[in-house]
């Protein structure tokens, strides 16, 4: 069985952790109109935020759209900025401390300390030693489209209970799973599902 994450959500709840949350999520965004905005009155909307998630009164806001055409055409579901606060603080206090270390070494997007560069390194070596042994590999560059909006949000909640063994969190994750979706809805692209991504069994090493 797979170690659990425990006693943890109301420990990391805090005025200090939400503000630090703030500050990633503004990096490189600070002269936004929704960023400035916040900061007007950033520790009353900080505040505001946290007893929101203490009462179970916060809900996700709404997406908004906008298409970005490099390097091809793409179409970007973004929320508001107090929620991507929110999704910086979840990823940083429970996903990267307890979730991250299950995954396979060959896992690199979007962690700390790997990233483009080493998985072109990998591959490297790995094409290498095929090389040795079969010399007349192939190598198959393929891409899943629409893989995002494609994501199961029901077998993404149950892997999840499997790690999840604190009823907050596990309560707050389905929130920000299932929140202002239907039943048939996939989950939608955002910071939060960057991460949500690699929780597939067949990425997590066995335990």
Known sequence: MPKKIKNCFYKNLTFKKMYEAHLRARKHKAYKDEVIKFEFNLENNLINLLRKIENNTYHLGKYYEFKVYEPKERTIKA????DRIVHQWYVEEFIKPFIVPKLIQDTFACI?????????????????????NRPDFWILKCDIKKFFYRINPHILYNIMKKYINDKALLNFTHLLIFDKI???????YSYRELYFTVFCKYIFKRT
């Open 182 to 188: 239907s039943p048939q809805e996939t989950v939608r």
């Open 79 to 82: 929320l508001p900025y107090i």
């Open 112 to 132: 700390p300390d790997r990233g483009t560069h080493h998985a072109v390194e990998k591959i490297e070596k790995y094409m290498r030693i095929y090389k040795r």
